[in-house]
């Protein structure tokens, strides 16, 4: 009788994996049905299957040991968030449209709010807290911020059944114009950072390829705060005396350069993601008095993107006084001749929702040396003016 039941289990478990093996079958002969199999077996960590279901191409571009630094569909964050992050997303496949041997699957995805996300952690620390340890916390609790896209799966069939097409090589080259196009906005080239996102916006509209209806949602969000940040230009330039910089000097920094030094305060009403100063070198005075070199610097740059928690993520708030310093790189020759003149000549309004973090205490200058409360008249250099207000 025992034995009997222990076949009857037996039977019904190998009933079970061959059912299995069916529906698998039957998965990879729809398009949806492979794009369920691969997001199915992506919440599972299958990696390898994940990576068996990709294109002949795919599969020739990226070895396995490749895939697993940018695998489709999954959330762009380090390895140590991988895993947690990847548990929290939710995919709703939905209909899909074949044309010939191509398909494309449109995928609800729901995951947190990444950039969002991380700096409402940075601004809720208190303590002894951590990053690391209250987005844990979040995860654990689900009490993070979410965003909810459409994205696609795009399906060939080749050899009878449907297989992931994500064409890596493009998918680099968007994240390298990605790059370029945020450095261009942290120089405050607006005009040249909103082409070189639109750019890439329309490339992905034209490239069908697994993901990138989710990489054009996301790049839209970052082009439309810099497209609010062009359009607050006349307000930026209104709100500069309201960054009171003093005790700047010029001193060595720990490496031996000169360097300028000193505090900012922001005394009016709105947070800041940036702040460019300028440094102006002139040569003699009143009417022969003239610019011989100039270099920009900037010195506070929030990042628009996620950063994994590896960084303080926080915007300059009003009634907070941050220290700053930086090295100088004009020739040496017209550090010792010209006379330096610092000044705010750019700033960048918050465009986040997150919540602001109070204001915290000043931080030791960055690259200062013991030995950088030197007097201005041991510098190399004249020491430079302060912004006027």
Known sequence: MIMSRIQAKGAMLAAAVVCAFVVAGCQGHTPQGAAEAYLGNLKLYNYPACYQALSHQDQVDRTMDQFLE???????????????????????????????????????????????????????????????????????????????????????????????????????????????????????????????????????????????????????????????????????QAYIPKIVLSDVDMKMSASRVPGIFGKMTNSGDKPIDEVQFTVTYTEGKGKTKKEVFSEVHVPIATPLEFNNFGRPVLPFVPGETRTFGFRLTAPTDIQQKATPDLTVTSIVFTQSGAPLPK??????????????????AAAPAAAPSPAKN
């Open 359 to 376: 204001p915290a205490a000043p931080s030791p200058s960055p690259g200062a040396s013991p030995a950088a409360g030197a007097s201005a």
């Open 70 to 236: 940018e695998i489709p569909m999954a959330p762009e964050v380090s390895k140590d968030w991988f895993k947690g992050v990847l548990r929290t997303y939710d995919y709703k496949v939905g209909d899909s449209k074949t044309d010939g041997d191509k398909a494309i699957v449109t995928v609800s995805v729901t995951r947190p709010d990444l950039a969002l996300w991380e700096r409402t952690v940075d601004a809720s620390l208190k303590g002894d807290e951590t990053p690391d340890s209250t987005a844990q916390k979040n995860l654990a609790e689900n009490t993070y911020p979410k965003v909810t896209y459409d994205d696609d799966v795009v399906m060939v069939n080749q050899g009878g059944e449907w297989r992931l097409l994500v064409d890596f090589p493009f998918k680099e080259n968007i994240v390298k114009e990605h790059k370029d196009a945020v450095d261009l906005y942290h120089k405050h080239d607006y005009d040249k950072a909103i082409a070189a996102y639109q750019k890439i916006i329309d490339e992905l509209d034209k490239e069908q390829a697994t993901g990138n209806a989710g990489l054009k949602f996301q790049y839209g969000r970052e082009l439309a705060d810099i497209q609010n940040s062009q359009k607050q230009l006349a307000d930026g």
